[in-house]
């Protein structure tokens, strides 16, 4: 449970929509990891009020997006890429190879341009 609160509590409230500084490796792919755990137990559960719970499941979706959105930046910023690389994501399937291939990389060491 510390681990949740940690990795994907604190994220969503106290780092909302903070785009500056770094997010590790571990913290970003935690936080994925519980964002799936979350939206697929969420899916099942809402599955029984038919489109009520789609419109629920889809209200939740976007109030995740922006914590979402500021992580992988924050991501990009720990190995020294601009937060503007995630606009790769808009190509077609080679975006997200390229930018999952950027978010397995390990953290650069030491102090770099985004620190604070």
Not at 10 to 31: C, D, E, H, P
Not at 65 to 82: E, Q, T, Y
Request: aromatic share 16%.
């Amino acid at each position: 449970m510390e681990v949740f609160k940690k990795y994907y509590w604190n994220i969503l409230t106290k780092n909302y929509v903070n785009f500056s500084g770094r997010a590790t490796r571990k913290q970003y792919w935690l936080f994925v990891l519980f964002n799936i755990i979350v939206f697929v137990v969420l899916a099942i559960l809402l599955s029984f009020l038919g489109n009520t719970g789609n419109v629920l499941y889809s209200l939740c979706n976007l109030a995740v997006l922006l914590p979402s959105l500021a992580i992988a930046v924050r991501r990009l910023h720990d190995i020294n890429f601009s937060g503007w690389w995630f606009l790769l994501a808009l190509l077609p399937f080679l975006g997200g190879l390229i930018l999952l291939v950027l978010m397995l990389l390990p953290s650069t060491p030491g102090a770099n341009r985004f620190d604070k």
